[in-house]
């Protein structure tokens, strides 16, 4: 009976979950078959699910018409230059409140947060002022430098509570036996500190990767990332769905690799460590 | 010895990250409140004069004002009501056992990885056209006339956007807090005949609290700036119904040109957002200690 039961359990919760989990996924889904559509059939009432005309061609328009690459290659260079050198700045820090906290340290940590927590909006109008003064308005090192320092608090906060999991007994026995600081950090640390070092990666590619406010006031055209390039598509002459559902899905692509990689940093770095 | 060379090292390296935080904390928010005191028009450049608090009075009583606080509490009030009360179930729902749970929770998880303008506009255009999104289609499967989302019900419309895109943060914050849940706890209650129900209210419910304010608490922080989705689907309209706070703001400072007015509504954003991230900054300073 007991058995039976559970059976049934089982795959009523089994089909209820793949039921909603299928429905939350749905627009993404139907935005991947509307790339291989042509733009008639995009727009087709009734629409057809899978038996249309299957075509690449709108990923190749996509590039010819609006130079795609140009927009991807902003992107990585936006995500991937503010991330690095977010990690710079905030590997040392972290490392330091970690291992050698005083008094002050908690304060620091959470006045490092609250930074966080103003709105950019409140500070639009001069950093604006402050771009177009010094010509980094449109400039691709303009916006690796909003979002370097937008995400550094998340990035000291993550790197923070991954080393302070580092057991401190093993640099103890480091240190006794001799070990510099360089030493100590190159092979004690280091080894131990890659895996909270990776996912902090991850999580702040995918943040200022998809980052829209900074991303859609400060670019135009030349240092444009894919979010300012989509956001194009909203423009009335510039309804093309096939096409707009084929940039948008090369759009999100990586990062959604990246962040079904990264679902259980996304959890402890996005809530300070509250929440493990 | 060695502990004083550790400290000054210490020190030394923390300072960078320390010292550029402050900078990009304390110089932007001084300039914001500098130009919230002048008539600063970039229409109008060699006028700034200084006018005191007229600013922030043309701000506040300004009708687009009051407008866009409405549209900014009913925004983040209706989008943490509808993330929680989905996600609570969702997330229980994961958490039992479900064959292919982690494709599921691929499945879950995936709208939270999409750029804002991608679902936004996905969501206009394929999904909510009034003539050709699939919505409209299956309205008229069922012999219903269409709704045309943006004109008719706009703000609701970037409402449903919006929890889309956050039901995945709250499910996957609740059920990593479900994981952590003590099994035998659960299993003692049953155990002892509670019902279902009594369970979840006696034992899951309470143990979520803590999970469930911090999903409130970050959510807010993000949707009280909520500025893409509107941007790319109705540019604050028809009107000002869907214009919220940072909206407003944007277009008064880049589409007004007027620095001094939206420099004061950026402070009254500021202020509101250091409300919510005061309780925030508790909570996680509370768990430091722990």
Same mark, same amino acid.
């Given at each position: 009976?007991?058995?039976?039961?559970?059976?049934?359990?089982?795959?009523?919760?089994?089909?209820?979950? *793949?039921?909603?989990?299928?429905?939350?996924?749905?627009?993404?889904?139907?935005?991947?078959?509307?790339?291989?559509?042509?733009?008639?059939?995009?727009?087709?009432?009734?629409?057809?699910?899978?038996?249309?005309?299957?075509?690449?061609?709108?990923?190749?328009?996509?590039?010819?018409?609006?130079?795609?690459?140009?927009?991807?290659?902003?992107?990585?260079?936006?995500?991937?230059?503010?991330?690095?050198?977010?990690?710079?700045?905030?590997?040392?820090?972290?490392?330091?409140?970690?291992?050698?906290?005083? /008094?002050?340290? /908690?304060?620091?940590?959470? *006045?490092?947060?609250?930074?966080?927590?103003?709105?950019?909006?409140?500070?639009?109008?001069?950093?604006?002022?402050?771009?177009?003064?010094?010509?980094?308005?449109?400039?691709?090192?303009?916006?690796?430098?909003?979002?370097?320092?937008?995400?550094?608090?998340?990035?000291?906060?993550?790197?923070?509570?991954?080393? /302070?999991?580092?057991?401190?007994?093993?640099?103890?026995?480091?240190?006794?036996?001799?070990?510099?600081?360089?030493?100590?950090?190159?092979?004690?640390?280091?080894?131990?500190?890659?895996?909270?070092?990776?996912?902090?990666?991850?999580?702040?590619?995918?943040?200022?990767?998809?980052?829209?406010?900074?991303?859609?006031?400060?670019?135009?055209?030349?240092?444009?990332?894919?979010?300012?390039?989509?956001?194009?598509?909203?423009?009335?002459?510039?309804?093309?769905?096939? /096409?707009?559902?084929?940039?948008?899905?090369?759009?999100?692509?990586?990062?959604?690799?990246?962040?079904?990689?990264?679902?259980?940093?996304?959890?402890?770095?996005?809530?300070?460590?509250?929440?493990? | 010895?060695?502990?004083?060379?550790?400290?000054?090292?210490?020190?030394?390296?923390?300072?960078?990250?320390?010292?550029?935080?402050?900078?990009?904390?304390?110089?932007?928010?001084?300039?914001?409140?500098?130009?919230?005191?002048?008539?600063?028009?970039?229409?109008?450049?060699?006028?700034?004069?200084?006018?005191?608090?007229?600013?922030?009075?043309?701000?506040?009583?300004?009708?687009?004002?009051?407008?866009?606080?409405?549209?900014?509490?009913?925004?983040?009030?209706?989008?943490?009501?509808?993330?929680?009360?989905?996600?609570?179930?969702?997330?229980?729902?994961?958490?039992?056992?479900?064959?292919?749970?982690?494709?599921?929770?691929?499945?879950?998880?995936?709208?939270?990885?999409?750029?804002?303008?991608?679902?936004?506009?996905?969501?206009?255009?394929?999904?909510?056209?009034?003539?050709?999104?699939?919505?409209?289609?299956?309205?008229?499967?069922?012999?219903?006339?269409?709704?045309?989302?943006?004109?008719?019900?706009?703000?609701?419309?970037?409402?449903?956007?919006?929890?889309?895109?956050?039901?995945?943060?709250?499910?996957?914050?609740?059920?990593?807090?479900?994981?952590?849940?003590?099994?035998?706890?659960?299993?003692?209650?049953?155990?002892?005949?509670?019902?279902?129900?009594?369970?979840?209210?006696?034992?899951?419910?309470?143990?979520?609290?803590?999970?469930?304010?911090?999903?409130?608490?970050?959510?807010?922080?993000?949707?009280?700036?909520?500025?893409?989705?509107?941007?790319?689907?109705?540019?604050?309209?028809?009107?000002?119904?869907?214009?919220?706070?940072?909206?407003?703001?944007?277009?008064?400072?880049?589409?007004?040109?007027?620095?001094?007015?939206?420099?004061?509504?950026?402070?009254?954003?500021?202020?509101?957002?250091?409300?919510?991230?005061?309780?925030?900054?508790?909570?996680?300073?509370?768990?430091?200690?722990?």
């Amino acid at each position: 009976m007991a058995r039976m039961a559970t059976t049934r359990r089982v795959a009523i919760s089994t089909a209820a979950a *793949w039921l909603f989990g299928f429905l939350i996924f749905f627009p993404i889904l139907w935005m991947g078959l509307a790339s291989f559509k042509t733009e008639l059939e995009a727009f087709a009432i009734p629409p057809s699910f899978l038996f249309f005309h299957w075509t690449t061609e709108n990923y190749a328009t996509v590039q010819e018409r609006s130079d795609y690459l140009h927009h991807a290659m902003n992107s990585i260079i936006i995500a991937g230059g503010s991330t690095l050198i977010a990690l710079l700045i905030a590997i040392p820090a972290a490392w330091s409140m970690a291992f050698s906290p005083t /008094k002050r340290t /908690k304060d620091i940590l959470l *006045w490092m947060l609250s930074t966080k927590m103003m709105p950019p909006v409140g500070v639009l109008v001069p950093i604006y002022l402050i771009y177009k003064t010094f010509g980094l308005l449109d400039s691709r090192i303009g916006l690796v430098l909003i979002l370097c320092l937008g995400n550094l608090p998340i990035v000291i906060w993550m790197l923070f509570t991954y080393f /302070k999991e580092i057991p401190r007994d093993i640099l103890e026995a480091a240190r006794m036996d001799g070990a510099t600081i360089g030493r100590e950090l190159v092979y004690v640390l280091t080894p131990m500190a890659i895996p909270g070092l990776a996912s902090t990666l991850l999580l702040n590619l995918i943040l200022a990767w998809n980052e829209a406010f900074w991303t859609l006031n400060l670019s135009t055209s030349s240092a444009a990332p894919l979010t300012t390039f989509i956001a194009s598509y909203s423009s009335p002459e510039g309804l093309f769905w096939a /096409k707009l559902s084929a940039a948008s899905t090369l759009a999100i692509a990586p990062i959604l690799v990246l962040g079904w990689f990264s679902q259980k940093q996304l959890v402890r770095g996005l809530t300070f460590g509250a929440v493990k | 010895m060695a502990t004083r060379q550790t400290q000054l090292l210490a020190r030394s390296l923390l300072t960078p990250a320390v010292g550029l935080l402050f900078i990009w904390m304390i110089v932007p928010l001084a300039l914001t409140i500098y130009f919230s005191t002048l008539h600063y028009s970039l229409l109008d450049p060699g006028s700034e004069s200084f006018v005191g608090l007229e600013n922030f009075r043309y701000f506040l009583t300004d009708p687009a004002f009051l407008a866009s606080l409405q549209n900014t509490l009913v925004l983040v009030g209706s989008v943490l009501a509808l993330t929680i009360l989905l996600g609570i179930p969702l997330a229980l729902l994961m958490d039992q056992p479900v064959i292919g749970r982690n494709f599921v929770r691929l499945m879950v998880i995936a709208p939270f990885f999409v750029m804002p303008t991608v679902s936004a506009l996905v969501w206009k255009n394929l999904l909510m056209h009034p003539v050709s999104g699939l919505f409209a289609w299956l309205a008229s499967l069922f012999g219903l006339t269409p709704i045309d989302w943006f004109n008719d019900v706009p703000l609701f419309a970037v409402i449903l956007i919006v929890t889309w895109q956050w039901l995945p943060f709250a499910t996957l914050i609740l059920l990593t807090a479900l994981q952590s849940l003590d099994e035998e706890q659960k299993e003692a209650a049953e155990m002892d005949g509670a019902s279902a129900v009594s369970t979840f209210i006696y034992i899951t419910l309470p143990h979520l609290a803590r999970p469930i304010t911090v999903v409130i608490l970050i959510e807010t922080i993000f949707l009280l700036t909520v500025f893409a989705e509107i941007f790319v689907t109705t540019g604050g309209g028809p009107g000002l119904q869907t214009t919220n706070i940072a909206f407003l703001i944007y277009a008064q400072a880049l589409i007004q040109f007027d620095v001094g007015s939206a420099s004061a509504g950026g402070l009254v954003a500021v202020v509101i957002a250091n409300i919510v991230a005061f309780f925030l900054v508790r909570i996680v300073g509370r768990n430091l200690e722990a």
